[in-house]
């Protein structure tokens, strides 16, 4: 019931403003990027990444059955052998004109350790949620998706949202490395610990994990609840509500001065499963309010407030592993830094004012996020709990603007970049982020000694 009514009202406010401003929105909608060709000359099929930013043309396509001929691959194939999993980073991690590698025919649960899951690399999150329920075990924590593979996800550093919870590394107890010379190497905190520090998240830059053991929690029920209110009270309220919550996570809405705010708490409650989502219908509205109201900010602040401030809760109760994750159909580009939890509504405001200030094209929402410490060399979380900034572009936009505006910001209060996200750091300011940045380095070079797993981006990231 309150949920149709939402998508009702959303709905009806983007026919208003579609009406209003035909005439903004034709002048102001932009045109589907160009996309390469799906072919180059030499006849290689393109690559392309979920935003489409980042693109290759693979010389070798390979999508190895077993760890016997993945090592074979990665002692044979053309360099760079790149890893791939769902495609879905926006750095460009993934391309190479030498060997592009899948995991897909790798995938599964292994077996079982006790309440840890051993799972092969190639799963892929949303797969995962069933196979282990089917065992009445989870996954403590997802990602705002959950298309990513389980080796993509810990590539980067994949995290979901809650303060007593890690990234998803973060309950990494094992890993298996197949590496250049056509190793298996099997680590954990007692055997191989530096590579086990170094691998839990590595970008495919050590080797490929073929897999990886998970601590898994009960397969509870949540109930999720969001809803619509004022910023203010959002940024005063958020410290607690973090602390109170299971997962607990903001969306701050440029040009609107509100917030949505989404809490899931473990409950015994029967389920009342979710709705279809919304969230594209605000999108839309906030798209339409960006062109029709956008060239005054007063005005698309009102309009706003009378669109989107009286809009209902919404509630649901699921498994975690139903709730946790949404469908993402619009597609953009993404910038997150990973704050000191001291800092993370004050890069926030500025990360507002600025975007108010000079980017009136911007209406995507902007999210916050709090994650638990862990101790992976290159986790944005080693060293203590952070709290997350994350700044979406819609795809047909300007994304640049980001590194010039938003990133000095971040960078100003403290913040580590998603590995998956845009950022343009390079080694030598990243060597002073990272205490043990040196220590990864030597290990990759010992284990990839002529940086056949480097592409050009990965070689900048790292200075080589
Ligand atoms: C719509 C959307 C929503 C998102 N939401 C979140 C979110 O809520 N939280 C968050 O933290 N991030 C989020 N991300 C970012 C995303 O989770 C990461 O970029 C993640 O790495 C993507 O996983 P993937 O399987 O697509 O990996 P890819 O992008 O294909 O690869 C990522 C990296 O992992 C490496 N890799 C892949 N498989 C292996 C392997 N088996 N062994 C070693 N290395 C490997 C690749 O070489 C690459 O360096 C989101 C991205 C999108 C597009």
Request: charge should be positive; proline fraction near 6%.
């Amino acid at each position: 019931m309150s949920l149709s009514r939402r998508s009702a009202l959303l709905g009806a406010g983007a026919t208003v403003l579609a009406a209003g401003g035909a005439i903004a929105l034709a002048a102001r909608d932009k045109p589907e990027p160009v996309s390469p060709p799906s072919l180059d000359p030499q006849g290689r099929m393109l690559w392309r990444n979920w935003s489409g930013i980042a693109s290759s043309y693979p010389a070798v396509r390979s999508a190895p059955k077993t760890e016997a001929e993945l090592a074979e691959v990665l002692k044979t194939s053309v360099a760079p052998i790149r890893a791939v999993g769902a495609g879905h980073s926006f750095t460009a991690l993934v391309p190479t004109d030498g060997t592009l590698l899948t995991l897909d025919r790798l995938a599964g649960i292994e077996s079982w350790q006790g309440d840890e899951a051993v799972v092969r690399a190639g799963t892929r999150l949303g797969a995962l949620g069933p196979a282990l329920a089917a065992h009445g075990r989870a996954m403590a924590n997802l990602p705002d998706i959950n298309k990513q593979s389980l080796g993509g996800a810990l590539g980067t550093g994949t995290h979901g949202t809650g303060k007593g919870l890690k990234a998803i590394h973060g309950d990494v107890t094992a890993l298996r490395l197949a590496t250049v010379d056509g190793r298996l190497i099997d680590c954990d905190a007692k055997t191989n610990p530096a590579i086990f520090n170094a691998a839990r998240v590595s970008m495919g830059a050590l080797g490929v994990i073929t897999q990886a053991r998970l601590k898994t929690t009960a397969n509870r029920r949540l109930h999720r609840h969001v809803w619509v209110e004022p910023l203010d009270k959002t940024l005063a309220e958020a410290e607690a509500r973090f602390a109170k919550h299971r997962n607990y996570e903001f969306y701050a809405v440029p040009f609107t001065d509100l917030a949505a705010n989404i809490t899931h708490d473990e409950t015994d409650l029967p389920a009342t499963p979710r709705p279809a989502s919304s969230d594209d219908a605000t999108l839309n509205v906030l798209k339409q309010l960006r062109n029709l109201a956008g060239f005054s900010t007063p005005f698309r602040k009102a309009v706003a407030k009378t669109l989107m401030g009286s809009v209902p809760p919404e509630e649901a109760v699921d498994e975690g592993w139903k709730l946790l994750s949404t469908d993402r159909p619009v597609r953009f580009n993404e910038m997150e830094f990973h704050l000191p939890v001291e800092t993370q509504f004050i890069a926030l405001k500025e990360v507002i004012a600025a975007i108010e200030t000079h980017r009136r094209d911007v209406f995507f929402p902007i999210e916050l996020r709090r994650i638990a410490a862990d101790d992976a060399w290159l986790s944005p979380f080693q060293g203590g709990p952070r709290g997350s900034v994350a700044v979406h572009c819609h795809y047909k936009d300007e994304y640049e603007f980001l590194f010039a505006l938003v990133q000095p910001i971040f960078l100003k209060h403290g913040g580590r970049p998603h590995w998956g996200k845009l950022h343009s750091l390079k080694a030598a300011e990243l060597a002073g982020l990272y205490p043990n940045w040196n220590d990864f380095l030597k290990v990759r070079r010992e284990l990839d000694p002529q940086g056949r797993l480097l592409n050009p981006y990965l070689k900048g990231l790292f200075g080589i």
